[in-house]
């Protein structure tokens, strides 16, 4: 339900500061979440192979590398259900405190893990569990955030408000490749002993401006109210994740939907940076500028498809970024191909900024109406965080294996293809809540 202070509201503007304000706390903590994210895939993709996993096979090393970033994910599902409990049990802001604190110590920690060269097995070791620990609190992010933005959001604006939380995501990806792509173009040297390291610590500065920031929050006047009902009735607060479950069809259509969102980026940045420097022996300064290009048009278009979605329609919007998805990831590596600059730059936005923002600026608000109140931080949670563990996690390592295996690049194509055409299936039969004043609940409170 839409915060009822000015519904009739048409922008950031015309809102109250309490709100600009909760909108700012959301999309700092996704900053956090992508930036952690972005820059260990960056990592993954082109250094860690080098520091942690060094050896005679470039590619033995490359599978090794991403199977690091994929253990990352397998802590996400169980992350979204613990904070995803605390934050429709006790509030959302508890959550997105503990979250965001946690991200950003497992991150600042992770700059600052010595060599396989210098301590051997235990350096792979701590950055497996550094990555265990940062996937916890990852997974607990999103949820909270999209919910208590969303329900805040005035009514006909809350595909605008969600897709503010992916502009958070658009500044990460050039923070991370930005700061990669700076410290990359100095000696290889530095850069590969101690140049990586400074963007991993540079979360701590984020740390702080989030604990701030969050600090501020206020829950939503429909959080509030249900709180408020439970209290007067004397009605026993029911665990969420069971709340959810007695309604599974949204619940795991949830995760279908999250699935062609999960591995756009992680196969067109990540590993597409990957086969770009291995197979076309692409600078990685070229394909860190492109990711940092990217950030830029990301935080632009994805409020620009947050308010299409809100004219069109969010399952008709969802569905069509779906299949441009499944469209235009073969044009995509047909352009990293080309070998030169501008060719992958427009490939990367050809197959990212397109489908993939569109579908990363739709999907949480999605999520955050296909469920009640009362379980809503859990629902976003399980169905975000599933499909990111289950699709985005494994995508560089399965995209990697793919192409081993074949020698060529289709087989990664049909993968994308069929993930893509699952989210237009489950987002067809998703049981939806319209963004209208009169929109009610989906199911009886009991």
Avoid at 137 to 145: D, I, L, R, T
Wanted: contains cysteine; hydrophobic residues 50%.
């Amino acid at each position: 339900m839409a915060n009822t202070a000015q519904p009739q509201a048409r922008g950031l503007r015309a809102i109250p500061a309490k709100d600009r304000r909760t909108v700012a706390g959301g999309a700092i903590g996704t900053m956090m979440e992508y930036y952690d994210y972005y820059l260990f895939g960056l990592g993954a993709a082109v250094v860690f192979p080098h520091v942690f996993f060094p050896g005679d096979d470039p590619v033995m090393g490359m599978l090794q590398s991403f199977a690091t970033f994929a253990v990352g994910f397998l802590l996400r599902p169980l992350g979204g259900i613990v904070f995803g409990y605390v934050g429709d049990r006790f509030g959302r802001k508890r959550s997105l405190m503990v979250t965001v604190i946690g991200m950003g110590i497992c991150t600042t920690l992770m700059g600052l893990i010595p060599s396989a060269e210098s301590i051997g097995l235990l350096a792979p070791i701590l950055l497996v569990f550094l990555r265990m620990c940062q996937g916890l609190f990852v997974g607990g992010e999103m949820g909270p955030a999209a919910t208590i933005v969303v329900e805040y959001a005035p009514t006909g604006r809350h595909g605008l408000f969600g897709a503010l939380l992916i502009t958070g995501a658009g500044v990460a990806n050039v923070f991370s490749a930005g700061l990669m792509a700076v410290l990359g173009a100095g000696d290889e040297s530095f850069f590969m002993t101690w140049g990586w390291r400074i963007p991993f610590l540079f979360a701590a500065v984020l740390t702080i401006v989030a604990i701030i920031l969050r600090s501020k929050l206020e829950e939503s006047d429909e959080f509030k109210s249900y709180t408020k009902t439970i209290e007067v009735e004397g009605v026993k607060r029911k665990n969420p994740l069971m709340e959810a479950i007695r309604h599974p069809k949204n619940l795991i259509l949830g995760i279908f939907i999250g699935l062609p969102q999960s591995i756009a980026g992680y196969i067109v940045l990540t590993y597409g940076l990957a086969y770009m420097v291995q197979q076309h022996s692409v600078d990685p300064e070229v394909g860190f500028i492109g990711t940092m290009i990217v950030g830029f048009l990301q935080i632009v278009m994805a409020p620009v498809w947050g308010h299409v979605s809100d004219k069109i329609g969010r399952r008709r919007f969802y569905i069509l970024a779906c299949i441009g998805f499944a469209v235009l990831i073969y044009p995509a590596f047909a352009l990293f191909s080309g070998g030169t600059a501008i060719l992958i730059w427009l490939g990367m936005i050809v197959g990212f900024v397109i489908p993939g923002v569109a579908m990363q600026g739709t999907l949480q608000t999605l999520l955050t109406e296909m469920f009640d109140v009362e379980a809503r931080t859990t629902g976003v949670n399980v169905g975000y965080q599933f499909s990111n563990t289950l699709g985005g996690g494994f995508a560089p390592l399965i995209c990697a294996a793919l192409f081993a295996w074949a020698g060529h690049i289709w087989p990664v194509i049909v993968y994308a293809t069929v993930i893509a055409l699952a989210g237009v299936i489950a987002t067809a039969y998703a049981s939806i809540r319209p963004d209208t004043e009169d929109a009610g609940r989906l199911h009886e409170l009991n």
